[in-house]
């Protein structure tokens, strides 16, 4: 079969107009009811409000809490996990000791479901029971609030986080570190360029379209957070913990407000594609600079 024979479009066409019609309706659906009063308990007639969801959301002092606490918990545990991911690539392509065994403990975490690794977290630092509270103890320290206390289990839920996607960060990195140009660092090595400046003015330079990449794709997965604070610490205390995707999913999945949640869902994506345009705009210099 030709690239330009006609019989191509008999297998691709009825296989796209599916996944459009499986996409497309779900979303159509969606965006209708948010334009709704609709409840389900107790069942309530859908009424057609308008963009009045839209406005209680947005007056809703708990919705802007949310979207902070959110954008929080995504730019902090992103940050760290860049940090530490380019360091620990930089250190496994420098050929350390034991790079083969490092480099398959550190995708472990990563294989590993984000329910059973909030319900470990939260074994470990239960403020009462827990076997790091437990170990303090024992020198002396008093019990720490791990998940009782905001700033606390914000911290906790950040580290967890960070332990467990910080491996994808590192496989990223690390196969954009062994696609570089052995040649460039050969010629920055004659002009006796140390490896802070080989680092400053090639690597990092060089490594920032995958970088780019990498965290874009982890901030957006970030944002949709909800397993791993719904089992340490189901949003609290109070709802100090609690982010935009656990909102719409008391919203929708107990007090079963269809309307109100479809806006809520709405108004998410519109906050994501926002953040993303600002931060692919904001790179975008220092991209085209450095193609």
């Known amino acids: 079969m030709t690239r330009n024979d006609p019989i191509k479009h008999f297998f691709i066409w009825p296989a796209l107009i599916i996944v459009l019609l499986i996409s497309i309706f779900p979303l159509v659906y969606s965006l209708t009811t948010s334009f709704m009063s609709m409840r389900l308990v107790p069942p309530m007639p859908a009424r057609f409000v308008g963009f009045g969801n839209y406005a209680d959301l947005l007056s809703n002092p708990r919705f802007w809490h949310v979207a902070g606490t959110t954008t929080l918990i995504a730019f902090l545990s992103v940050g760290l996990q860049y940090v530490i991911g380019l360091s620990v690539a930089l250190a ?13 403990g550190f995708l472990l975490p990563m294989l590993v479901a984000p329910v059973a690794v909030a319900l470990v977290a939260r074994q470990i630092l239960n403020p009462t029971m827990g076997p790091l509270n437990e170990f303090m103890s024992a020198f002396g320290f008093p019990n720490l609030p791990f998940l009782t206390q905001t700033s606390w289990a914000l911290g906790s839920i950040i580290v967890v986080e960070v332990w467990q996607w910080t491996p994808f ?10 696609t570089l140009p052995d040649d460039v660092y050969e010629a920055a090595a004659l002009e ?14 060089m490594l920032l379209p995958i970088s780019t990449a990498v965290v874009f794709i982890r901030l957006i997965e970030s944002y949709k957070i909800m397993d791993t604070v719904f089992v340490m610490t189901g949003g609290g205390p109070g709802v100090s913990t609690e982010t935009l995707t656990l909102f719409a ?38 991209l085209e600079k450095h193609k």
């Open 249 to 286: 999913y008391q919203e929708g999945f107990k007090k079963f407000n269809l309307g109100y949640t479809s806006a809520l869902s709405f108004l998410f994506l519109i906050f994501i594609t926002v953040i993303g345009l600002v931060y692919l705009a904001v790179l975008k210099p220092y």
């Open 192 to 205: 006796n360029a140390t490896p802070w400046q080989q680092f400053r003015d090639i690597t990092f330079p």
């Open 169 to 178: 960060v590192i496989l990223m990195l690390l196969a954009g570190l062994q």
């Open 92 to 104: 496994l392509n420098s050929r350390v000791p034991g790079e083969g065994i490092f480099r398959v």
